[in-house]
């Protein structure tokens, strides 16, 4: 069936640091592709999204591009700061409005 | 600025007793989820709504959990009777599902979520 993999954490990074997470789903069809984001005691928040293959999702300094050949999103950010620490989750969703996520992935950025 | 608005955001009960859970959708979102997130399971689907009507709620107990919407701008999720393994924290979300579109806009906006705590 359909699902999402993403490495696992914590990953522990000193601030300005460069920030990759890794995310690779399967999938039947073609689903639009998400990275939530978690701040501690709060719901998830969208941080970006793909809809379609070779788009680029990007906000507040972070990066994703939906790599169909590769079936990857990966999350990227050049400098971490410490108010970046939080859960990172990756997503699906096809036609139905429903998501699969990911394990989610703990960033903690240390000053 | 909307929100997706939840009720209460925590709950410290004693097993046996009901909870209900109470979540208002983004005015104008037609699909309204439900989820449960723990240290060990992380975060399951528990059911969701379109327009009112469950979809699927293959997530979720049946003998003690129960989920409604009785208006569009009501979500409820009930647990009678609770356990202590029910101990989470509870996710409202809500979106608006474009029919017939090959990629759905399907976004999911998230509520802040009930800490539900069962002795």
């Known amino acids: 069936g359909d699902s999402v993999t993403q490495m696992e954490g914590p990953v522990t990074l000193s601030e300005e640091a460069f920030l990759t997470i890794n995310c690779t789903y399967t999938?039947?069809?073609?689903?639009?592709l998400f990275w939530y984001v978690q701040y501690p005691g709060e719901g998830l928040q969208l941080l970006l999204k793909?809809?379609?293959?070779?788009d680029k999702g990007s906000n507040k300094g972070f990066e994703a591009t939906y790599r169909k050949e590769t079936t990857s999103f990966h999350l990227e950010k050049g400098s971490v700061q410490v108010s970046d620490s939080a859960v990172y989750f990756c997503?699906?969703?096809?036609?139905?409005?429903?998501?699969?996520f990911g394990q989610g992935t703990t960033l903690q950025v240390k000053p | 600025d909307a929100r997706v608005t939840q009720t209460p955001r925590h709950k410290v009960t004693e097993m046996g007793q009901e909870v209900t859970m109470r979540c208002q959708p983004i005015?104008?979102?037609?699909?309204v989820f439900w989820y449960r997130q723990t240290m060990m399971q992380g975060l399951e689907l528990l059911a969701y709504?379109?327009?009112?009507?469950?979809?699927?709620d293959s997530g979720m107990p049946k003998d003690r959990f129960s989920a409604e919407m009785p208006d569009a701008t009501l979500a409820t999720l009930k647990i009678q009777p609770s356990e202590p393994r029910d101990s989470a924290v509870y996710f409202c979300?809500?979106?608006?599902?474009?029919?017939?579109?090959?990629?759905?806009?399907?976004?999911?906006?998230f509520g802040p979520g009930t800490r539900l705590t069962v002795l």
């Open positions: 793909a809809t379609k293959a070779d």
């Open positions: 999938a039947t069809g073609y689903p639009s």
């Open positions: 005015l104008g979102h037609n699909t």
């Open positions: 709504f379109r327009n009112r009507a469950p979809l699927d």
């Open positions: 997503a699906q969703g096809g036609n139905t409005g429903k998501l699969i």
């Open positions: 979300a809500s979106g608006l599902v474009h029919r017939g579109i090959l990629h759905s806009y399907n976004e999911q906006f």
